[in-house]
């Protein structure tokens, strides 16, 4: 055999053939392919798939990452949200502890409790909280957690306390404001509290108040806080205010010679409900004062002089 003719034998024999044979009596394609061609498409195959596959596996991890920083910040939020609850009841106990402080400041003798019983945030509760804001961003998740959570806590047991403490005082207050404890108008006391003689009748009797003079129209003030349960023409009473003021008591302000209060209406301590006259049974322009408790009268002095 020809050198030259073998030697093209073996290249064709090297070469791999692709046919193609189309349907329909169509013309048949074919192609020789070297053997390194396949390979090196095996190659670029196999850099497609890997480049693919790092593409996918980005992509995956970068869901993940979005996903955790969606976490973490919702996290930092509800962390967030549980400092400002913890700084929030902190708050409402230092406005309940203002409160407290203010209502007692205008009892002096009269407070019922002393000042070191008073509750609300210490200087140690205001620097720890500053502290946990400062750190919040290095600190622990679970460690911010759980000193909001003691914190938080540790206010609403406070907060508890200041309200049951505040609500005490509240209601020893409505008590000292229903206390008929001041003179009801300027003057002198011209007849006393217990048995006498009656000046218009000249009969022994038990005087149920206390009698002070003074100009007629001085004004005269109600004693405490109440409501007005009469205010009308009474007998020897002559013009006569009556304020229920709760708790029992119960003041009188007869021989008026004007009434300024209304059946029904509130007053407070200090204000007119009439002006000194000589109505009823009388010798001359005068206050007839009296406090009773359940109805029954005591001598107002002890309370005026308080």
């Not at 670029?44 to 910040?73: C, G, I, M, N």
């Not at 998740?141 to 306390?161: G, Y």
Request: net charge neutral; proline share 4%.
């Amino acid at each position: 055999m020809n050198p030259r003719t073998e030697r093209h034998e073996r290249h064709v024999s090297d070469k791999l053939t692709v046919v193609i044979i189309p349907g329909h009596g169509g013309s048949m394609f074919q192609w020789r392919l070297h053997p390194w061609l396949l390979g090196l498409a095996a190659l670029a195959t196999l850099a497609l798939l890997s480049a693919a596959a790092f593409v996918v596996t980005r992509d995956v991890k970068q869901r993940e990452d979005l996903a955790r920083a969606a976490e973490l910040k919702q996290a930092n939020l509800a962390v967030a949200m549980d400092l400002a609850q913890g700084r929030d009841a902190l708050v409402r106990v230092a406005k309940l502890e203002g409160e407290l402080r203010h209502m007692l400041a205008f009892k002096n003798e009269k407070a019922l409790l002393k000042g070191d019983a008073i509750g609300g945030p210490t200087e140690e509760d205001v620097q720890k909280l500053g502290e946990m804001l400062d750190e919040a961003p290095a600190k622990a998740e679970d460690d911010i957690h759980a000193s909001v959570k003691e914190l938080q806590q540790q206010a609403r047991q406070r907060e508890k306390s200041v309200n049951e403490i505040l609500q005490y005082v509240r209601s020893r207050s409505t008590l000292l404001a229903s206390r008929p404890d001041v003179w009801p108008v300027h003057g002198w006391i011209t007849s006393g509290f217990g048995d006498r003689t009656n000046p218009v009748t000249a009969r022994a009797g038990f005087h149920t108040g206390v009698d002070i003079a003074n100009d007629t129209g001085t004004p005269i003030h109600c004693t405490a806080d109440g409501t007005v349960s009469y205010a009308g023409w009474e007998g020897g009473y002559g013009k006569l205010v009556v304020v229920n003021h709760g708790n029992g008591y119960s003041t009188y302000y007869g021989h008026l010679s004007e009434i300024k209060a209304a059946v029904g209406g509130r007053v407070k301590r200090g204000d007119v409900v009439g002006l000194m006259g000589a109505t009823g049974n009388t010798t001359g322009p005068h206050l007839h004062y009296e406090v009773r408790i359940y109805g029954a009268p005591v001598d107002p002095v002890k309370y005026m002089e308080e």
